[in-house]
């Protein structure tokens, strides 16, 4: 099969031909239709998060067919024991022999992948391969972020990328109101939110016209921690939504006191791709996508890192 793999880190992926992947017990084969690409993808390429094996096939947000040709989602969790504290109550995006798709398991930026048939998700037909496949990570942890941001009615999102603009329309189709925050001088990005539905959109230092509620951080730089907590009404929330960030800078106490909270988002649950699909389809969510041939895989991971896109991208094999 055609694939690209990381054999470095730091280095290019490199399209290869590596043989067809055989299925484990409990495993499916798949046939890849699309993969959508993922900031954590880039921080696997550029050595900011470490790599568990190499090389490795990138890629965890996979939308596929299996040998009897129904359609499955492949997300990031791609396997739990079942058997650990985390995993008995509830909280399996926790487990802690949990492994992932496209940094434990081989992914999806290839012909084929194989996956635990347990943890695939039943695909709704209203969405095509390019639409589905950037909600299986960026929509999926945006989601789980936004419900960990409880009922806030002002929802700040530091970072309108691929995340954020899946995870605005969910705010406003749930009556919230949305800000967002991007990069100073990224007119076109202020632009795109607000055509998503954001009611406020500036740079990410900038204090917008009322206090928020939350604000959810898909950015990777720390010194957005200490940015949101000062745009904070009292009792607001943090939330902290990428597997990556830069150390955040110390701050005065008085932008915590008052009952603010910094958290974080780990990973996903099964549930919660049942539930953000079913509500995905039911908004209906739309994703904005620009799509790469399988051996344009490094210069999608560039175009991410350069913010050349608006939206997401996906590699199409
Ligand atoms: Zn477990
Ligand atoms: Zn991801």
Redesign the pocket.
């Known amino acids: 099969m055609r694939a690209v793999v990381l054999e470095r880190q730091g280095q290019p992926l490199a399209p290869v031909t590596l043989p067809d992947p055989e299925p484990a017990d409990g495993q499916l084969l798949l046939t890849v239709g699309a993969c ?1 690409v ?4 880039l921080h696997l390429r550029d050595a900011e998060i470490a790599a568990t094996r190499l090389p490795v096939v990138l890629g ?2 996979i939308v596929a067919r299996t040998e009897d040709g129904r359609r499955v989602g492949v997300p ?1 969790l791609g396997w739990t024991d079942g058997c650990c504290a985390y995993c008995t109550s509830g909280r399996e995006n926790l487990c802690e022999r949990a492994r992932f798709t496209g940094r434990d398991i081989d992914g999806g930026f290839a012909e084929l992948t194989v996956a635990d048939e347990r943890f695939c998700l039943p695909l709704p037909d209203q969405l095509s391969d390019q639409q589905a496949a950037p909600l299986l ?2 929509g999926l ?1 945006g989601f789980r972020a936004l419900r960990l941001a409880g009922d806030a009615a002002r929802v700040g999102l530091y970072g309108f990328g691929s995340a954020a603009h899946m995870i605005c329309q969910v705010g406003v189709f749930e009556g919230r109101r949305m800000f967002a925050f991007t990069r100073p001088g990224d007119q076109r990005g202020r632009q795109f939110a607000r055509e998503l539905g954001a009611v406020w959109a500036g740079a990410s230092g900038d204090t917008p016209p009322e206090p928020l509620d939350a604000a959810i951080i898909f950015a990777s730089a720390g010194e957005l921690v200490p940015a949101a907590l000062r745009v904070l009404a009292p009792g607001g929330i943090v939330v902290c939504a990428g ?1 990556y960030m830069s150390d955040i800078p110390s701050f005065q106490y008085e932008l915590l006191w008052h009952e603010r909270t910094i958290r974080s988002v780990a990973n996903l649950t099964r549930r919660d791709g049942e539930e953000f699909l079913a509500l995905a389809v039911r908004i209906p969510v739309v994703t904005t996508v620009t799509s790469y041939p399988l051996e344009r895989a490094e210069q999608a991971l560039a175009d991410l890192r350069a913010g050349a896109f608006e939206g997401t991208a996906v590699v199409i094999p």
Request: glycine content about 16%; aromatic content about 8%; some cysteine.
């Open positions: 959508g993922c900031r954590t993808d965890h947000q990031w990570c960026g942890i597997i």
